[in-house]
């Protein structure tokens, strides 16, 4: 049995999860989210929802912890939120935004210019003597780890300075570089 998917998750006071053929919406103070689901039946009994699966088949045994933490974030989402940091590394490695425009120079020729969905806050931090820091908050926890990963793949930390994007507390692996 998987010993994520038979966890039953609380609902949380001002979060109401409906339920209907194969569509679980999840409506909260920050937002609504919806998710489909398969292969797996969700209830919803007295403040909580319990996930279970049709047999134990190979498929049936993936989805059954898959969809459980799918709705977990879901709820964790549209009640507290989820944010993440990444910190520019690097001499003149700027960020600024102007709303949802963010504005990164990251030693290139050119500045990168990204438009951010509007359900992520984009806010960036620069303060004298330390990294500059682009600090994203929202409620769907899927689509802030795809901006943040996408932010973090135009220039990637480097093993030898640790010059790049990386992610607040990352420990970067370093490599020792030639020796005299």
Same mark, same amino acid.
């Given at each position: 049995?998987?010993?994520?998917?038979?966890?039953?998750?609380?609902?949380? &006071?001002?979060?109401?999860?409906?339920?209907?053929?194969?569509? %679980?919406? %999840?409506?909260?103070? *920050?937002?609504? *989210?919806?998710? #489909?689901?398969?292969?797996?039946?969700?209830?919803?009994?007295?403040?909580?929802?319990?996930?279970?699966?049709?047999?134990?088949?190979?498929?049936?045994? $993936?989805?059954? &912890?898959?969809?459980?933490?799918? =709705? /977990?974030?879901? =709820?964790? &989402? %549209?009640?507290?939120?989820?944010?993440?940091?990444? #910190?520019?590394?690097?001499?003149?490695?700027?960020?600024?935004?102007?709303?949802?425009?963010?504005?990164? $120079? *990251?030693?290139?020729?050119? /500045?990168?210019? *990204? #438009?951010? $969905?509007?359900?992520?806050? !984009?806010?960036?931090?620069?303060? @004298?003597?330390? /990294?500059?820091? %682009?600090?994203?908050?929202?409620?769907?926890?899927? !689509? !802030?780890?795809?901006?943040?990963?996408?932010?973090?793949?135009?220039?990637?930390? #480097?093993?030898?300075?640790? @010059?790049?994007?990386?992610?607040?507390?990352?420990?970067?692996?370093?490599? $020792?570089?030639?020796?005299?």
């Amino acid at each position: 049995m998987s010993r994520i998917g038979k966890n039953p998750i609380v609902v949380p &006071g001002g979060v109401t999860v409906d339920v209907t053929d194969a569509m %679980v919406t %999840v409506k909260g103070k *920050l937002g609504q *989210l919806t998710q #489909e689901f398969s292969d797996v039946t969700v209830k919803v009994e007295d403040g909580q929802v319990l996930v279970e699966r049709y047999s134990d088949h190979k498929d049936h045994r $993936a989805k059954h &912890g898959l969809y459980r933490s799918l =709705i /977990n974030n879901m =709820i964790v &989402g %549209v009640s507290t939120g989820f944010t993440k940091e990444l #910190e520019l590394v690097g001499v003149g490695y700027r960020a600024s935004n102007q709303g949802q425009k963010l504005d990164l $120079a *990251l030693g290139f020729s050119h /500045n990168i210019v *990204l #438009e951010v $969905a509007s359900e992520v806050i !984009l806010e960036t931090i620069s303060e @004298k003597g330390k /990294n500059p820091i %682009v600090k994203l908050t929202s409620f769907d926890k899927q !689509l !802030l780890g795809q901006i943040a990963a996408k932010i973090r793949g135009f220039r990637k930390p #480097e093993p030898y300075k640790g @010059k790049g994007v990386k992610f607040v507390g990352e420990v970067l692996r370093r490599k $020792a570089g030639k020796s005299a």
